[in-house]
């Protein structure tokens, strides 16, 4: 999805796009999907990009449901994800995006560059929704995992592994009894 900019009002410009509706997003998921993430809900984006000459400000939420599998347990789960974001946008001259000065300045100041008069909402909602998704994602807070004696998942049961006592060079520190001064 490109916006033209020329098109946009001074202020705030709110935009509402639901993969449900809009093709550009139903591809998008389409690509994720071949990815091998499995979307539950549809994904939408709410979102409000302000323009401020001569820079563009984008603020929205990303909101969807994803299967993951527990980093703990390895248990599947439905991951639902309502994301907030925001980016900054800065129009460059044609030709000049390629210049490793203006690169390098993106990376210092977490700015988006964009060419012409479009912005280009794609990349942006793609790097948005890989930000969104949790480094290790728990199919809950509390997950006990799994036993790494016997592989049992402790969410369900408690295994009758017995507690092997382990031994380093501090464990002589244990059978020491301190005794109270009085």
Same mark, same amino acid.
Not at 70 to 75: I, K, L, Q, T
Not at 155 to 169: F, L, R
């Given at each position: 999805?490109?916006?033209?900019?020329?098109? #946009?009002?001074?202020?705030?410009?709110?935009?509402?796009?639901? $993969?449900?509706?809009?093709?550009?997003? +139903? @591809? =998008?998921?389409?690509?994720?999907?071949?990815?091998?993430?499995?979307?539950?809900?549809?994904?939408?984006?709410?979102?409000?990009?302000?323009?401020?000459?001569?820079?563009?400000?984008?603020?929205?939420?990303?909101?969807?449901?994803?299967?993951?599998?527990?980093?703990?347990?390895?248990?599947?789960?439905?991951?639902?994800?309502?994301?907030?974001?925001?980016?900054? #946008?800065?129009?460059?001259?044609?030709?000049?995006?390629?210049? $490793?000065?203006?690169?390098?300045?993106? +990376? @210092? =100041?977490?700015?988006?560059?964009?060419?012409?008069?479009?912005?280009?909402?794609?990349?942006?909602?793609?790097?948005?929704?890989?930000?969104?998704?949790?480094?290790?994602?728990?199919?809950?807070?509390?997950?006990?995992?799994?036993?790494?004696?016997?592989?049992?998942?402790?969410?369900?049961?408690?295994?009758?592994?017995?507690?092997?006592?382990?031994?380093?060079?501090?464990?002589?520190?244990?059978?020491?009894?301190?005794?109270?001064?009085?």
């Amino acid at each position: 999805m490109k916006i033209v900019v020329t098109s #946009l009002v001074e202020g705030e410009n709110p935009f509402h796009f639901d $993969s449900q509706k809009e093709s550009w997003l +139903k @591809e =998008l998921l389409s690509d994720l999907s071949k990815e091998g993430y499995q979307f539950k809900s549809p994904l939408v984006v709410n979102a409000h990009l302000t323009k401020i000459e001569p820079d563009f400000y984008l603020r929205g939420k990303l909101k969807f449901s994803v299967e993951q599998s527990c980093a703990r347990c390895a248990e599947n789960f439905i991951l639902n994800v309502n994301s907030p974001f925001e980016v900054t #946008l800065a129009n460059v001259p044609s030709g000049k995006l390629s210049s $490793s000065k203006i690169t390098e300045e993106s +990376k @210092e =100041l977490d700015i988006n560059f964009f060419e012409g008069n479009e912005i280009d909402l794609n990349p942006i909602i793609t790097e948005q929704f890989f930000l969104s998704i949790p480094y290790q994602s728990l199919c809950k807070p509390d997950c006990l995992g799994i036993c790494q004696q016997c592989g049992a998942n402790l969410n369900t049961k408690m295994c009758q592994c017995a507690e092997k006592k382990s031994v380093t060079p501090f464990s002589v520190l244990q059978e020491v009894k301190l005794f109270k001064q009085e």
